[in-house]
C-alpha cells in the first residue's frame, strides 16, 4: 500500500507511523522545513501530550460521542505506553503528562526516530497544489509540478492556530475539494478581549476566580481557576477553556459578556457578613482604600472603588454601609463585555473543521474511499490538559491503521 500524508504534525507523524509498522510503504509531505515544528511550543515547550483524566467533556465537536467513538479506540493508555514503548520516560503532574525530560523536543526527537528507522519519505518545504482521485489511485501534484500516486490519502494538514499567516492550500482547500462540509473555523484556547478602558489599571493581576460566559443573556459555561488580567481582557487556563464559545458567540454576531467572580469560595451571604463584621469593628476615620485592604489584590480593591465611584482618600464615616455593601457585592459579579478573542496566531487550537458526520469510524472520507483524515483539521477540539494532542495520537492511529490494513 502506498500511501500520501499531507501534513508532518502530530497526527500525520502518529499516521506515519502506524501506517509504516503495517507495511506501508509511507510518503509524508510537509510544508515546512522541518516536521513537527508546533509540538515544540506545546506545554510551554514541555509538551503536555496527554492527560490520565479524560471524560467525554473534554472533547468538543458538532458531532456527539468523539470521546465513545473515536477516543475509546485509542486513548491515553495506548498513548502512554506507546511513547513508553518508544523507549521516552513520563513524568506525570496530577495526571497531566509531560516528558520526563519536560523538553518538548524530546518528544519529536522520538517520534523523528521511528520515522527515520520505519524508511518513511518526509518531502519537507513542499506542498500539494492539487489532489485528485483517479480510478485507481490519488494523484498528488506538488507545487513544483511532480506529481506522485498514491493508494491512500490521509490529510494531516492542523488548522491555523499558532500560524501568523493563512497558507494558500490548506487541509480545509483539500477536503473542500472532495466535497466535504467545513464547520466554521474560530480560534479556540486564546485569550479574550473585552470591551471598557478599566483593564489597562488592573493588567497584570492573577488570581483565582469564577468566570461564567453568557451569550444572548444566555449562560453557557462556567469555569474556576487562575484568571490573569491583561490589558486588553482576560487570560489564564479558565478563560482559555470558555474562548470557543466566545469565538462562535462573536461569529455569529451575537451579545457575549462574562461574569467574574473574584470570591468564589465565599457565598455572597458569608462574604456579607464579613464585611459587615469589619465595617462595624473598623475606626471611621479610616480611608475607604484602608478599610478594602486585605480584600482582593491591590489594583482590584482600587478598581472596585473606582467603578463604585469612592475616591479611595474619602473617610469611611462619610460613606454609608449600604455604599460599601454595593461595591463589594460587585467583586462577586464583575459583568464585562466581550468583543472577541486575540486571533489564529495566539490561538493553541481551532475549533471547526471537517465535519466529522462525514468521516466513518477508522476516519476514512464517507464521500472519498481511500481518503483518510487525522487531527486538528477535523471537527474537534479539546479543553486545555493534553485533550489536543491526544486527538492527534487517536485520529492518527487510527487512520494509518486503516489506509494501511483496509
Ligand atoms: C502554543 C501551543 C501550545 C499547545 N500546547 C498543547 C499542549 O500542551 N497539549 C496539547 O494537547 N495540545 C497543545 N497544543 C495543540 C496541539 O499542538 C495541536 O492540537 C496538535 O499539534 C495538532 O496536530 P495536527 O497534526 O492536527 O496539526 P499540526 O501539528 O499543526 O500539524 C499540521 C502540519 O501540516 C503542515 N501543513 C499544513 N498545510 C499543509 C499543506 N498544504 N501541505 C503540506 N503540509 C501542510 C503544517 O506545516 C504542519 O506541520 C498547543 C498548540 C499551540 C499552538
Redesign the pocket.
Known amino acids: 500500500m502506498k500511501i500520501g500524508i ?7 507523524l502518529m499516521a506515519a507511523i502506524t501506517a509504516a509498522k503495517q507495511g506501508s510503504n509511507v510518503t509524508i ?4 522545513d522541518r ?5 515544540l ?3 510551554n515547550g514541555k ?3 496527554t492527560n490520565k483524566s479524560m471524560n467525554a467533556f473534554d472533547f468538543r465537536s458538532q458531532r456527539q460521542g468523539v470521546f465513545r467513538d473515536y477516543i475509546s479506540q485509542f486513548d491515553e493508555n495506548d498513548t502512554i505506553s506507546m511513547f513508553q514503548t518508544m523507549g521516552m520516560l513520563i513524568k506525570d503532574k496530577n495526571g497531566y503528562c509531560y516528558p520526563r525530560s519536560e523538553q518538548a523536543s524530546t518528544v519529536l526527537d522520538i517520534l523523528r526516530l521511528q520515522v527515520k528507522n520505519l524508511n518513511i519519505d518526509v518531502l519537507s518545504q ?3 497544489v492539487s489532489i485528485q482521485k483517479k480510478k485507481k489511485n490519488f494523484e498528488v501534484v506538488l507545487k513544483t509540478n511532480e506529481k506522485l500516486y498514491f493508494d491512500r490519502i490521509i490529510l ?4 491555523f ?2 500560524e501568523k499567516t493563512k ?1 494558500d ?3 480545509y482547500t483539500y477536503a473542500k475539494a472532495f466535497g466535504h462540509t467545513i464547520i466554521p473555523v474560530v480560534p479556540a484556547l486564546v485569550q479574550v478581549r473585552a470591551k471598557g478602558k478599566e483593564f489597562k489599571s488592573i493588567s497584570g493581576v492573577r488570581c483565582d476566580a469564577n468566570i461564567s460566559l453568557y451569550i444572548n443573556n444566555k449562560l453557557i459555561t462556567e469555569e474556576f481557576g487562575e484568571l490573569q488580567l491583561t490589558d486588553y481582557g482576560i487570560s489564564g487556563i479558565p478563560v482559555f477553556q470558555l474562548s470557543r464559545y466566545v469565538s462562535y458567540g462573536i461569529y455569529e454576531k451575537k451579545k457575549v459578556r462574562v461574569t467574574i467572580d473574584f470570591l468564589p469560595e465565599y457565598d455572597l451571604k458569608t462574604w456579607l457578613t464579613f464585611v459587615s463584621e469589619k465595617w462595624h469593628k473598623a475606626d471611621k476615620n479610616i480611608t475607604s482604600e484602608e478599610f478594602f485592604q486585605g480584600f482582593l489584590n491591590k489594583k482590584l480593591n482600587l478598581l472596585f472603588l473606582k467603578l463604585g465611584e469612592i475616591k479611595v482618600e474619602t473617610p469611611i464615616s462619610q460613606l454609608t454601609f449600604t455604599k460599601i455593601e454595593q461595591v463589594v457585592t460587585h467583586m462577586k459579579c464583575w459583568e464585562i463585555e466581550i468583543e472577541g478573542t486575540n486571533p489564529y496566531e495566539n490561538a ?2 481551532c475549533a471547526g473543521g471537517v465535519s466529522m458526520d462525514e468521516i466513518t469510524l477508522e476516519m476514512e472520507s464517507k464521500l472519498v474511499p481511500g481518503l483518510y483524515f ?4 477535523l471537527d474537534v477540539d ?1 479543553r486545555c490538559g ?7 495520537w487517536t485520529s492518527g492511529y487510527l487512520a494509518g491503521k486503516a489506509a494501511a490494513t483496509k
Open positions: 499531507i501534513g508532518a504534525g502530530a497526527s500525520g509531505i510537509e510544508r515546512k516536521i513537527c515544528k508546533k509540538i511550543a506545546t506545554g509538551c503536555n501530550f513542499s506542498y500539494p494531516a494538514c492542523g488548522s492556530a499558532g497558507d492550500y490548506t487541509g493553541q487550537v487525522a487531527g486538528e483539521l479539546g493534553g485533550y489536543n494532542l491526544q486527538w492527534a
